[in-house]
């Protein structure tokens, strides 16, 4: 039987390291409710940490994250986000109770800002105190955020609280490792990878299939493999079927060799110098 790999926030808590994602999805009527099946299984497999944001499908998305976890509110941890459009100190507040309302629930378990806009990082920083101290949010943490975000916001002493920066990071996007990644293990702040098999265009990788091959599994598993072997990375694919969340999570239970993970270093090589943050 799968274990669930868990990864532990500087709070103490511990959650997945095999979360879910919802970017993209609640975006077309017909595939609302295999979205909202698919969810609901990955729940069943122990994929409890789930990812939102206000801005997929304009709050549709998390529309359908609160019918997915309907009963279930207590098992799951639950994350969305604030757009930097809203992030000054009132408008963080505002956007939390927005989203609360979407998500029919009086708390977010982790709330990040979605990347680094015009208001001040202290008016944010102030908002996740006050969410914080209200019951609204439990933890906070930021998202898209580069080694010179971190730095800046490591220099506010509320910075030791950021328990994870959400920011793309898969096989074909390995920028992170140069810094960004070593610097957030010295702190002892996970990552959260989006994107984790480049919106499924890592399974056409000629070397993924060779290994995906060896193992009787799909290249997607062997790149979620390689993410998920990370102690201090928490990896979100989005899957809309119950076939790919079954997927996704029998990535779990891939145990890659070190002649692999050469394959990888090789066909993916490791950045040899600073590169900046990439988004999609």
Not at 220 to 230: E, F, G, K, P, T
Request: proline share 6%; hydrophobic share 40%.
């Amino acid at each position: 039987m799968t274990t669930q790999k868990t990864v532990r926030l500087p709070g103490g808590e511990s959650v997945p390291r095999l979360g879910q994602g919802t970017w993209q999805m609640a975006e077309k009527p017909s595939l609302r409710q295999a979205e909202i099946a698919a969810l609901r299984l990955g729940l069943d497999l122990g994929m409890t940490l789930i990812d939102t944001a206000e801005m997929y499908a304009d709050g549709g998305s998390e529309e359908l994250v609160a019918e997915a976890i309907a009963g279930r509110r207590a098992e799951v941890f639950l994350v969305s986000k604030v757009l930097p459009s809203n992030a000054s100190r009132k408008g963080t507040v505002a956007a939390c109770e927005r989203s609360l309302k979407r998500l029919q629930t009086d708390r977010i378990d982790l709330y990040l800002l979605h990347w680094r806009g015009s208001p001040p990082l202290a008016e944010t920083l102030d908002a996740f105190e006050a969410l914080q101290a209200a019951g609204k949010i439990r933890h906070w943490g930021v998202s898209n955020f580069d080694i010179n975000d971190m730095t800046e916001l490591s220099r506010d002493p509320r910075g030791k609280a950021c328990a994870t920066n959400q920011v793309l990071y898969n096989l074909t996007r390995r920028g992170i490792a140069f810094d960004l990644l070593p610097w957030h293990q010295a702190q002892q702040q996970p990552i959260m990878a989006y994107s984790p098999i480049e919106q499924g265009r890592l399974a056409g990788h000629k070397a993924l299939q060779a290994i995906a091959q060896q193992h009787g599994v799909t290249p997607a598993q062997i790149a979620l493999a390689w993410l998920l072997r990370q102690e201090t990375v928490i990896t979100i694919p989005k899957a809309g079927s119950a076939q790919h969340v079954r997927d996704n999570h029998a990535a779990l239970d891939i145990t890659l060799t070190p002649d692999d993970l050469a394959a990888l270093d090789q066909a993916f090589p490791p950045p040899k110098k600073a590169r900046p943050l990439e988004m999609i």
